[in-house]
């Protein structure tokens, strides 16, 4: 599993409030991803870590806000939760290849959220 | 941009059967293609992967060709068990940040 762990494991929470989803690692890869899981749609990226303190957005990042501030931790925040966002969330980590775009993801046990 | 189309599910076989999931994907440059699976109730492992046309991944019986001409990925089993039964996702890797594209994911049941 790539020493990944993410917490908590199940989240319900009510509509407007912060919601902060961790994710942490022990074998210092240094990419890191949130995906969110819904039915019919697969995974979608919601932002990505290339390194500590550099983040990017990735298709669904409209809401969420994330932050990098130690190799080993990635944070996934909700300002303001809102039912939209009941989802189940995957963190993913990866090395970064010697070869271009042929890295492989290892991904988390997943948290389960849910905005009411 | 980028995009895989996975065959719709739910797909329910016998044990022994062969196994054909559908992929077929859109991509700008030479994106590498996977097939991930997901166990009930946990994350995605990687099942193989192919970087570049003409390869094949294979894995646990599973295999899957990178057909660059017909821009497919077909996973196939010649003879499944009723452990395979999982959902199995098709995903394209390309870009500087080795982001993945995704298919909606195929639920496969395996009865005895």
């Known amino acids: 599993d790539a020493g990944i762990t993410q917490s908590p494991r199940h989240k319900v929470t009510e509509t407007g409030t912060p919601v902060t989803l961790r994710c942490h690692q022990t074998e210092n890869h240094r990419y890191m991803y949130w995906y969110r899981q819904d039915p019919g749609h697969g995974l979608r990226l919601i932002h990505y870590s290339y390194g500590v303190k550099d983040t990017d957005k990735g298709e669904v990042s409209d809401g969420y806000s994330v932050s990098r501030s130690k190799t080993e931790d990635f944070l996934l925040t909700l300002e303001s939760a809102t039912s939209s966002q009941t989802s189940v969330y995957f963190c993913a980590v990866a090395s970064g290849g010697a070869e271009f775009g042929t890295d492989t993801q290892y991904f988390g046990p997943g948290t389960r959220l849910t905005v009411l | 941009g980028n995009s895989v189309t996975q065959m719709e599910g739910p797909v329910t076989l016998s044990e022994e059967a062969f196994l054909t999931i559908n992929c077929t994907y859109t991509?700008?440059?030479?994106?590498?293609l996977f097939w991930y699976v997901q166990y009930p109730g946990e994350g995605l492992q990687l099942l193989l992967k192919a970087t570049k046309a003409d390869d094949k991944g294979s894995n646990k019986g599973f295999e899957a060709t990178y057909r660059k001409e017909t821009t497919s990925f077909h996973l196939e089993k010649g003879s499944v068990q009723v452990s395979d039964s999982a959902v199995y996702f098709c995903?394209?890797?390309?870009?500087?940040?080795?982001?993945?594209?995704f298919g909606s994911g195929t639920q496969l049941t395996v009865l005895p």
């Open positions: 995903a394209l890797s390309s870009g500087s940040a080795r982001q993945l594209t």
């Open positions: 991509a700008t440059g030479y994106p590498s």
